[in-house]
Every structure is written in C-alpha cells, then in structure tokens.
C-alpha cells in the first residue's frame, strides 16, 4: 500500500505543478462558482503537467517493493472544454482550463522486480470524468525507476555524481542546443538537439528540462539527445536545456534555448449587421456578441456611433443567457438605408492578441429575409401540374403566405403565378409580398422530363414450318397518361418488318422497323418515342420415337438439338435398366405420353452426373405411369432421379413415381419450375441434406393432382423453390397454415396487383400467413381499380400511391404505418384515413368531396404542397351526349327507354361508368 503521506504529497505536488508550470486561466465570475465542487467538465486534455524531477527520475536499491516508490495518485492536466458547466463562460465556445486527473494504477516496462538491477520505465492508467479525452498526439507523462545493487550509494538521479577523485571521463559537448526560439501559441517551434561524446567510452543519457519564468524547472523529452518542443506551451518566457549523465563522468548542462510563446492571433467573428426598421424608435434592442473561446477575454466599447444610437451601454453577461455576451442598444426612428457602427475591443486575455469587432445597425424600410428550406424536384411529365419543389420555406422573422411565381429556363416559353403541366425546363420564384415588412426571395430551378412511351412489336411464336406472321401494323405502344393514347397523339404509324424469310430455321429473330413512329407535335413537347425490336421465335420440330412390350431394354440416348422436342410414345410395360449412363437422356425437349402400361426406368449406378430420367431442356409426363428409381449419389443439388435442366410439366392423367436411393440425391429436379396440374398422383423421395423429395429452383406450381413428397433421411427436406398451391393435395408439408382470403380482393384487378407484391403469378391463392410484412410500399396508380377492399392486410405500407383510378370509397384506416397516401384523380366522394399519424405527405385532389370534412380523420393543415386538398371534380356538371339510337331529344325521353349513347370527353381522363334515362332529360 502506498503510505497515505505520500499520496498526500502526490496530491500537493500536482497542485504546485499546475499553477506554477502554466499561466493561470482567469475564471469569469469566480465568485459564482461552488468553491467546494469539482468543476464538471468535458472536453479533451491537451496537455500533461511535467513531473518533478524527483519523482519522473527514481534510484532506488535492491530490495525496494513497488508500493515504496513513489508513483502519484494524481496528474496534473491542462483541458480545452467545450462547456464547463459551473464556469461562467459562454457555454458554446472553447476554452482552456486546469485539472487533476485520477491514475488508478502504474504498470512498469519491464514488468518491476525490486531484486533486480535494471531501469523499469512506468506508465500510468487514466481515470478520465465522464466527457474528457485525451487529444491525438497527447502523452502522459512516464516515470523512471533505476534499481541498484544493495551496495551502491542511493541518489536521486539529479543529483548523481561521482565521488570525489573517481571521475575517470568526461563529457564533451560538440553540438549545443538553437539559442533561440519564437513562436506564437499554438505554433510547434520544431526540435532541438545536442551532440556529445565521453572520453571513457561510457553512454550518455539526455534529460531534457524546461523552467518557466517563474524560475520552476521540469523534465520533458523522451530520453534523447533530441527534443521535440511540443506546441502546448503558453503564451510566456521558457528556457529548456539538457542534462547529460553518463558512468564516470561528471554531469555537464547543454547551453539554454530561449523559447518565447506569443499570443495568438484571434480569428473569430470580427463583424457582423443587425437591422431596424426606419422612422421607428427602439429601446433597449439586445444583440447577442459571438462567444469568446477563452474565460478571460472580454469585451469593450471604443465607439457607441453618432447617426442611428442614441443610447448604447457596456456589454455585460449575466446567468440568465448562459453567460452569453450581450450588447443592448436603443435607436432614433431614422430614414431609410441610414446606418451607424459600433466598435468594440476584444481583450485577447493570456493566449490571445487584442483585436477589433465592428457591429453595423442599418435603418431599412423592409427587413432582408433569405428563404430557404428549399429543394427542387425533378420529375416526368404526368399530365398534372407540377410545384417544382419539396421543404417548408424558412422565412425568419416574416409568417404568412409567400407569392409563388413560375418562369420557363433555357428554351422552354412560360410565365405565370400558376404551376406548369408540360415537360420543359422552370424556375419557380418564392417571394414575400410586397405589403409586408420584410423582403425576400428564393429562386428554385427543376424540370419536367418528357415523358418515354415504348413503341414494341408484338411478340410471335411459331412452329417450325409454319407461315411467317404479317407483322406491319401490330405494334403496341405504352406509356401515354392523362388521356393521351396513340389514335391522337401518334402522326405517323410504326411499321414493323420481319427480319426472316423462312420459318426452316429454329431460333430467335429481332422484329424491327420498317417505318418508326412520329408524334404529333403538340404531343412532341411531352413525350419520346423509344423503339424496341419485338421477337419472332420459331420453335423446333418434334420428332416421335415409338415403344412397346417388345422393347430390349437398352439404354436410349437422344442427341438432338438443344431447341428440338421429342415425343416419347409408349404401349404396354417397357423397363430400362442401367448401371452405365441414364436409362433416357434427351438433349433437347421430351414429351412422354403413354397408352397404358408402366414406363420402368432403373438407374443402378453411383454417379452424380446420370439419372433413370435426364432431359437436358423441358420435360413433359402427360397421362403417363412412369416409375424412376436412381441410386446415383453425390455431392451437388443436381443429382436425382428424374432430372429436367429448364420446366418439368405433369399433366393429364400422369401417375409419376420418383426414388432416390442413393445418398444426397433428389426425388425430382427443375432447374426452373415444377408445374403439376394431374388428375393422378405424383409421389418423390430424396435422400440426405439439402437433397429435396422435389426441388425446383423457381417455382412449385401444383393447382390438381395429389403430390406426396418424402426424404428417406432429412424429414424436412419435403420441397425447395416457392410453391404456388392453387389446387390438389399436397402431403408431407403443409403450404400453408393460414386462411385463404383471396376472395376479399374484390377487384380483379387489385387482385392481380396484390399478387405481383406477394410474389404471386396469375390464379394463385392469398393467405392471411402470406409475407404481407415485407411490403412496404404499393403503387397501383392508373389500373383501371375500383375499390381496394383487402388493402387492411398491408400492415406494414408506408406509401400507397393509388391515384388515376375508379374508387368511389377508401378507408386506409387501418394502415397506421403510412406515411405517404397519392390517392387523387378518383370518384371518391369520403376518404378515411383515422389514426394515419405518422403522415407527412397527403393528396386527395380531383375527386368528388364536397369540401375538407369528407377526409375523416385528417390531424394536418392543408398547405397545398404536402397535404393537398384543392381543385376538386365537380359532382354536378352535364355532359354533351349524343343519341345514336332511340329518343333522341332529352325534353321527350320516355323514362326506362334504352338508348345507345356517345359521351363527350369527361374531365382528367375519367370515363362514364354508367347512364340512367329520366323524366325531362338524359343526364350523367
């Protein structure tokens, strides 16, 4: 245990060390400081106060234990803070304060063994307060400790010298110090060095020391004959000087380097404009200076100016403001664009130079505003006006509406308070009007891309053989909106050209443009036309291969081509057994059909590689028997006993036995889609880990048949890929323990959309079980839908865009998550969006709502940018029709007579769903 009198001493020393080794920080308003609590700070230490040098340099003699010398609880620090809580300073600027910080313990380098001779060099380990760090480059200080033999003499190592007549070198000083050093605080002054030999041959050991002005002197350095001088000194007058020691020689000094610390040059804030309004008299008006990084800096009035002042008192700070500096100041009511200064001092305190700040008081008839929050958005053409910008404008002092006007950029011809529709390139200018008292405004540049709509030629396929297809004019084009379809928008028809003459060759041939299309021109200025090539595919011709009871058995290898499809017909029980190769291998597609009998395939042998059925394209059972057994065995995901390298398809009345018997193998392989759709049976067996009873790498599609899927020795291993069950029976698995509910999707064609974002192809069944979680957001915009029934499932939905559509209702309700809701360009006459807290963007423009009360639940305000209301539909305008057949004057249409009817264009691309004859006339 350390002796408590030298804790004591420790404690005392550090003390001495800190406020005599560096000038004093000056407290502001020290008399509000608890004298009795130790200071909270937070901040990084920049610098360690240097040890005495009876305690950095030790001798002691063998024998001596570890708690006997004597290693300080405490360190002494210098702290730059950001905020000293008790300090009254300006709690948000830097500055520099002293410290004591705790050392928990010592550890030595090499480990200490008082019975051993040997220089150990300790370090200490830091207990730091909560919010201090230590700043890169920063060391703490280290303590030497030299055991000696029991019969050496014991000195402290500063006051080591031979005895008298036994001095047998001594030390010569080549090289001195640099005589001189200046820099300003903050400034590294470099390094010093000293060269030096000893006429004995003995090494030399450096100690560097530094004393301050007030005559105390410390040990530096890292124990070489040269100093790196460290740019953590203070402002002040130093003088450092090595101390060379070396066996049997006489101590000698090196010559002193005078090194000066200036003050820094303080770069902060030096000016700064403050505005009041002209003809009007302020008093007492209170600026708030910046903040100084240092405690004792401080500000003085040199002049109060003439024009605009007419009273201006002392800077003060008080508790009130966090100790912030503040100027308070009244005003003349004076003209306008008149303007007066005042010019303070900044005391630079101990570390820093005086320096001068100026405030300017302009008089002004409107106040200077700059807005901003502003972010321009760049969007395609929709058929919709577009703002042209996103954020809530920052207009400072100034609240109320701002004048929003839009001008075309670079080409594009446009002017006006109104946002713009059509594609081209905008400014949109934000300004505070000109009645208020302020000024201001915010120029945002966007654009509005046209719009791409792809002109494709329909896809063909053919067989081999077959009449080449007359594809000129059938040519889809998609991508118009709001209206625009290609009868009026296109001026010139696409006319698509075969690239083939034939159809002899199987394969893959472009579809391209004899003719392109072309706009009209007032379509032109919204949209572009891509053109893509369409496909013309001419499949394979089949081939027919025959077999029968009287079959041999022998193995069947069909070589064809890759694209070809053969028809494997069998009558009666026909069985092919091999230990070679597989029993069948096609290389291009296989078409099993079967009158009657069983189709026996037996692959005996180990190899991974061959199976009882091997169809290296598409493979197709239909209403065929058909057992395979394989014993092969191996380590990759293709080994199986019926392998099919694209689909496997079972159809008709198939009954198909797969049975891997041999280790890691599958029942049934696709390298895509299994597809089952039997009034039979389809049986699979795997075996061993990651080996399935089925495994598909897509899609397991089973709407009929029962499928029974076993694994001889990972139960679990039933099926792999996504199974898609819309019929039939699956056992050994379970697809799916929830409850369908595809008949709540009530709208065929959200029901196909709810499909695609559950993964799901066209029939499939939905589950309440289904990943309806990883949905997060849906956009069913313009797909014709007329209500959303089902949209509760979407739980996790954070942005449902379901604008341009037939709803006539809409209850979101119970999507809490949604955070961004499109819904406008409907019939909707009520919206309930109850409980949608977490909104932050809303649109339910264009539809029929007689005003803000139909959107039960809204919390926000409608501000036209991001909760948008306004222009609604009309619910009670008429629409031209004409008659074509029955009463054709409405004045004397008998109610319930049938008419066939032309409506006229509606409003934002809507259609008339349905019309209704009644006395006096015929009305939408």
């Not at 991508?479 to 034939?502: C, E, K, P, Y």
Request: proline fraction near 4%; hydrophobic fraction near 35%.
């Amino acid at each position: 245990m350390k002796q408590v009198r030298k804790r004591i001493g420790s404690l005392f020393l550090a003390f001495c060390i800190v406020f005599t080794m560096l000038p004093g920080v000056a407290f502001a308003e020290t008399s509000d400081v608890d004298s009795g609590t130790p200071l909270g700070v937070s901040g990084e230490i920049t610098a360690f106060a240097a040890l005495s040098a009876e305690v950095a340099s030790q001798t002691v003699g063998t024998g001596t234990a570890e708690d006997e010398l004597n290693l300080p609880d405490t360190l002494a620090v210098m702290i730059t803070t950001g905020s000293v809580v008790t300090v009254a300073t300006d709690s948000d600027a830097s500055k520099e304060t002293q410290i004591t910080v705790d050392a928990s313990a010592w550890t030595a380098e090499p480990e200490y063994d008082g019975n051993t001779a040997g220089n150990y060099t300790f370090t200490p380990a830091l207990e730091l307060p909560d919010g201090v760090s230590v700043s890169e480059g920063v060391s703490a200080p280290t303590i030497t400790v030299t055991v000696e033999e029991a019969d050496a003499p014991i000195y402290s190592r500063s006051a080591i010298t031979p005895l008298a007549g036994a001095a047998v070198g001594t030390i010569n000083i080549s090289q001195q110090p640099t005589p001189t050093l200046t820099v300003a605080y903050r400034e590294s002054p470099g390094t010093i060095s000293v060269e030096a030999t000893t006429t004995n041959g003995a090494s030399i050991t450096y100690q560097w020391l530094v004393k301050n002005d007030s005559g105390t002197s410390s040990n530096t350095g890292d124990g070489n004959n040269t100093l790196d001088i460290g740019s953590d000194y203070l402002p002040g007058s130093y003088e450092i000087y090595c101390e060379l020691t070396a066996e049997g020689c006489d101590t000698v000094e090196s010559e002193r380097t005078a090194l000066t610390v200036n003050k820094a040059n303080y770069i902060g804030s030096d000016s700064d404009t403050i505005y009041v309004k002209s003809g009007t008299s302020t008093s007492n008006s209170v600026y708030t200076l910046p903040g100084l990084p240092v405690s004792d800096m401080t500000y003085e009035i040199l002049s109060n100016g003439s024009n605009l002042l007419t009273d201006v008192t002392a800077p003060k700070r008080d508790e009130t403001t966090n100790w912030k500096w503040l100027l308070t100041f009244s005003t003349d009511g004076k003209p306008a664009n008149t303007e007066d200064t005042i010019t303070l001092k900044i005391n630079g305190g101990h570390i820093y130079d005086d320096s001068i700040f100026t405030l300017t008081v302009k008089a002004l008839e409107k106040f200077p505003v700059t807005i901003t929050g502003l972010i321009g958005t760049n969007n395609e053409y929709s058929g919709n006006p577009q703002t042209g910008y996103t954020g809530t404008p920052n207009t400072g002092g100034y609240i109320g509406e701002l004048n929003t006007h839009y001008q075309g950029r670079n080409d594009t011809s446009y002017e006006s308070a109104t946002s713009p529709t059509d594609a081209g390139e905008y400014t949109v200018t934000l300004s505070i009007p000109n009645e208020a008292d302020y000024s201001g405004s915010a120029d945002v540049d966007f654009a509005i891309r046209k719009r791409e709509v792809v002109v494709k030629p329909i896809i063909y396929t053919i067989m081999q053989g077959q009449d080449l297809p007359i594809v000129d004019n059938s040519v889809n084009y998609s991508g118009f909106v709001s209206g625009d379809n290609a009868s009026n928008s296109i001026s010139q028809w696409a006319v698509a050209q075969l690239n083939v003459t034939d159809s002899n060759t199987p394969g893959e041939s472009d579809i391209t443009f004899a003719t392109q299309a072309e706009l009209e021109p007032e379509k032109a200025k919204n949209y572009t036309l891509k053109h893509e090539n369409g496909t013309l595919t001419i499949q394979a011709a089949t081939a027919t291969l025959t077999l029968d009871i009287n079959y041999g058995g022998q193995v069947i290898d069909i070589n064809c081509g890759t694209n070809d499809t053969i028809k494997l017909v069998y009558s009666g029980d026909v069985s092919i057994t091999s230990a070679d190769a597989s029993t069948i291998y096609c290389k291009g597609n296989l078409v099993i059909n079967g009158s009657g009998g069983t189709l026996t395939l037996n692959y005996t042998g180990s190899s991974g590689m061959s199976s009882a059925l091997d169809v290296q394209n598409e493979l197709t059972i239909q209403s065929s028997t058909v057992n395979a057994t394989s014993s092969g065995s191996g380590s990759d995901m293709f080994t199986s006993a019926i392998y099919g390298a694209t689909d496997i398809i079972i159809t008709g009345d198939a009954n198909v036995t797969a049975t891997a018997t041999g280790a890691n193998s599958n029942g049934i392989y696709t390298g895509q889609t299994a597809i089952i759709s039997t009034t039979g049976t389809v049986a699979a067996t795997g075996a061993g880990v990651e080996h399935y009873g089925l495994r598909a790498n897509n899609n397991i599609n089973l709407s009929s048949g029962t499928v029974t899927l076993s694994n001889s020795d990972t139960p679990a291993n039933l099926y792999f890929g996504t199974l898609n069950h819309t019929g039939g029976t699956l056992n050994g698995n379970s697809p799916t323990s929830g409850t369908d509910i595809t008949a709540n999707f009530t709208d065929p064609n959200f029901l196909m959309a709810v499909r695609e974002a559950l993964g799901k192809v066209a029939d499939n069944r939905i589950y309440d079980t289904d990943n309806f979680a990883s949905v997060t957001t849906l956009n069913v915009s313009d797909k014709n839908i007329e209500n959303l029934s089902g949209i509760e499932y979407f739980k996790a939905l954070t942005s449902l865009n379901c604008n341009d559509n037939q709803l006539s209702s809409l209850n979101v309700s119970a999507n809490t998550a949604l955070q961004k809701l499109i819904c406008r360009g409907n019939n909707l006459s009520q919206l309930d969006i109850t409980g949608l807290n977490a909104l932050t963007e809303f649109n339910c423009c264009q539809n029929y709502m007689a005003d803000e009360s139909k959107v039960l639940g809204f919390e926000g305000t409608w501000d036209g940018t991001k909760f948008v209301f306004n222009p609604q539909n009309s619910g009670t305008s008429t629409y031209a029709i004409t008659v074509n057949n029955g009463t054709a004057d409405p004045s004397t249409a008998a109610q319930g007579t049938t008419v066939i009817i032309t409506a006229g264009t509606a409003p934002g691309g809507k259609q008339f769903k349905a019309w209704q004859v009644v006395s006096g006339g015929i009305n939408p």
